[in-house]
């Protein structure tokens, strides 16, 4: 155990001595160090943003019910905020965050229309992107592991020191484990340690924490192991690294492109736009038509309020809030098309993630930081959850009761989210 223990020693001087290793050490910490920083600020910009909407959100709606005592008028000026949290590993993986929205605010209106109205936003948003953990770990940090492990072997056998060091040395681990074992966990050490204090800042459970630090280092091993075999009996250092970097252009970009225009082109979906007109041009057509029209389909959808549906002037709230959820179903069937859609892309790029390793830690991290698609179609859910409920509270205020007392708006439902905890 002591050979060993000063063999270790031996490589971990001599890995301080070479100069370009400890360079990548150091760019390896502050790259790691960097993306948590940038991610740390990122998710306490979103809750600071979401606590500051939530007390304007209570207060508009406030001042709103102290002006407003007519249900149709409540129900159009008050707006409520919906959000999705960002969860205790978010900072390490932004994910979707920055594509999909993550808050809305929505009233009583067509619903479709409101969620789809920032679907223009998302190209310019994906476009800029930001570099978070789990990106510098997926895309660069295998570009640090080439340069470290592809001239093991090469760079011995050009010095011509490869067979004295094999023959001299008194055991394979001796020579060569303890090299690549030091370098290993050095590398290790440096890109996981800015995670574990950002864990720590975050509020992340020692679960979590471990369940990504295992994700990472398998992903690391990965590597390592490759540029090992991949060097193992080779002369030229240059090329085994050309070879490393031309599989990492491989995994990283070339399959996940590829793999993306290919489901793009297979799996089609109507835009975000398509449904957002087709809710609008349904509404503004209802002004146009009878007023049974639009009130016997509402019906089949609330068949309780059937006895309510008659009119007395050409004008009335409940008609007015009917032919908007009227909007909303008649583009029902393009929205869920849109839904089913994204649902079948994101299970086929899973297939493509599996030929994909770089791909294949961004889905698991995502999945488990909460930041993917998944995550961001349970938030849209929710908030069509939420619309329902404020139709089910406004309703019978607009159909047969009379206005609402302030103790009744108090029984308001407020919405909660959902989603902020990670898997």
């Known amino acids: 155990m002591s050979y060993l223990i000063t063999q270790l020693m031996r490589e971990w001087g001599f890995l301080l001595r070479q100069k370009y290793v400890v360079v990548l050490l150091l760019c390896s910490v502050v790259l790691s160090g960097f993306a948590i920083y940038s991610g740390l600020s990122e998710v306490s910009a979103q809750q600071q943003t979401i606590e500051r909407l939530k007390a304007a959100d209570q207060s508009d709606r406030a001042k709103v019910q102290k002006k407003q005592s007519d249900a149709g008028m409540l129900a159009y000026y008050s707006f409520h905020l919906t959000y999705s949290q960002p969860s205790n590993l978010a900072f390490a993986a932004l994910g979707e965050r920055d594509i999909f929205p993550w808050k809305h605010r929505i009233n009583l209106l067509a619903l479709e229309g409101q969620i789809y109205e920032s679907d223009a936003q998302n190209a310019e948003l994906a476009q800029a992107g930001k570099i978070d953990f789990v990106f510098v770990i997926s895309a660069l940090a295998p570009l640090v592991i080439i340069l470290l492990f592809h001239d093991l072997f090469a760079s011995e056998r050009t010095s011509g020191r490869h067979d004295l060091l094999v023959t001299t040395a008194k055991s394979y681990f001796a020579l060569w484990g303890a090299r690549l074992t030091v370098r290993f966990v050095a590398i290790i050490v ?47 250092a240059p090329r085994v690294a050309s070879s490393l970097i031309g599989l990492w252009v491989l ?41 049974a029209s639009t009130m016997q389909p509402f019906i089949k959808e609330y068949p309780a309020l059937a006895p309510y549906i008659d009119m007395k002037s050409e004008f009335e709230w409940k008609w007015y809030y009917a032919f908007q959820q009227m909007g909303d179903l008649k583009a029902a069937e393009l929205s869920k098309a849109y839904r089913d859609a994204a649902a079948k892309k994101y299970e086929l790029a899973g297939f493509v993630s599996w030929v994909s390793p770089p791909l294949l830690l961004q889905r698991s991290l995502t999945r488990a930081a909460n930041t993917d698609s998944i995550a961001a179609y349970a938030y849209e859910q929710q908030i069509r959850d939420y619309h329902q409920q404020l139709r089910e509270f406004y309703y019978p205020w607009l159909f047969y009761k009379d206005d609402p007392t302030k103790a009744a708006l108090e029984n308001m439902p407020l919405f909660e989210n959902t989603t902020q905890s990670s898997n």
Request: hydrophobic share 55%; net charge negative.
């Open 190 to 236: 440096c890109l996981m340690l800015p995670f574990f204090v950002g864990g720590f800042i975050a509020g992340a459970s020692a679960y979590e924490v471990a369940y990504v630090s295992l994700l990472c280092i398998a992903y690391l091993a990965f590597w390592t192991a490759l540029s090992v075999w991949w060097g193992k009996n080779a002369t030229s």
């Open 251 to 291: 995994f990283a970009f070339i399959i996940p492109i590829l793999g993306d225009l290919a489901i793009n082109k297979s799996v089609h979906s109507p835009k975000g736009g398509d449904i957002m007109l087709t809710q609008r041009e349904a509404v503004n057509d209802a002004w146009d038509l009878p007023k």
